[in-house]
């Protein structure tokens, strides 16, 4: 009776770790396989969306809204306002506001060969765990005065912001849209914060935790947040950014 208790605990073991090995092994490769080949797949569809000519479809009414709409949720205030001018002096038009969970941008980081859409809104379902980049709702839409700021995961489902603490002063964050190519030049870092410090994303980015991390003046920002250390979501790490070229399509 004793063996057979023993085998029968042993076996309730290696069952045990077997399920644990199988829930590891989707969270760390299936999720990032899955999350990955679908963010290829939306940067492509608006590749091919924006190459063809701009007018409303059928149904539309043009001022960027609709029935997926959440009431006001993750507009821009200043969405629809012109855009800066670009270093040649030319004037990119503005895209309408995007709907909640829609993807209408993509971030292009040289350093990190990083090339995912950005979608409006950061919640995990509909944007994060698509591997798919988030817009915090009420900030500055891309190349907008104040700041334009992003979530994304740093581990597991695509984890598109897992390296960007290798970002440097002076590398490149590409945001494109349908209208504009806005190139912002990294320039600050913050490697540990709170995840409540709401400052990092505010207009000006300052943070509350640290007040020596930050800004002072107005300007057009971009801001990427993620959590850190690796593997849990104790801290945010922080890179900020600021505006220097729009590029019209």
């Not at 009420?138 to 995961?153: E, I, M, S, V």
């Not at 590398?171 to 030049?185: C, K, S, W």
Request: net charge positive.
């Amino acid at each position: 009776m004793a063996a057979r208790g023993l085998w029968t605990g042993a076996e309730v073991v290696v069952t045990l770790g077997a399920v644990l090995l199988l829930l590891v092994v989707h969270q760390l490769w299936w999720t990032n396989r899955q999350a990955r080949a679908d963010a290829e797949h939306r940067v492509q569809a608006l590749e091919r969306e924006w190459s063809e000519p701009q007018g409303l479809k059928d149904g539309e009414s043009g001022d960027g809204g609709g029935a997926g709409d959440r009431a006001g949720s993750g507009r821009a205030a200043d969405s629809g306002a012109p855009v800066g001018r670009s270093s040649a002096g030319r004037t990119a038009a503005p895209s309408a506001a995007p709907r909640w969970d829609q993807a209408y941008a993509v971030i292009r980081i040289p350093r990190l060969g990083l090339t995912a859409p950005v979608a409006q809104g950061i919640g995990k379902r509909g944007v994060l765990d698509k591997g798919y980049v988030g817009h915090y709702p009420r900030t500055a839409q891309p190349g907008r005065p104040g700041n334009f700021a992003l979530a994304g995961h740093r581990n597991t489902h695509g984890e598109p912001f897992r390296y960007i603490n290798r970002l440097r002063r002076g590398d490149r964050i590409d945001i494109e849209t349908r209208d504009a190519v806005y190139t912002y030049t990294v320039d600050r870092t913050l490697g540990q914060t709170s995840a409540r410090d709401s400052g990092v994303i505010a207009a000006v980015p300052r943070s509350n935790v640290k007040p020596y991390a930050g800004y002072g003046t107005p300007g057009s920002y971009v801001t990427l947040t993620t959590c850190t250390p690796e593997f849990t979501s104790r801290y945010r790490l922080v890179v900020w950014g600021m505006l220097t070229d729009v590029r019209a399509r």
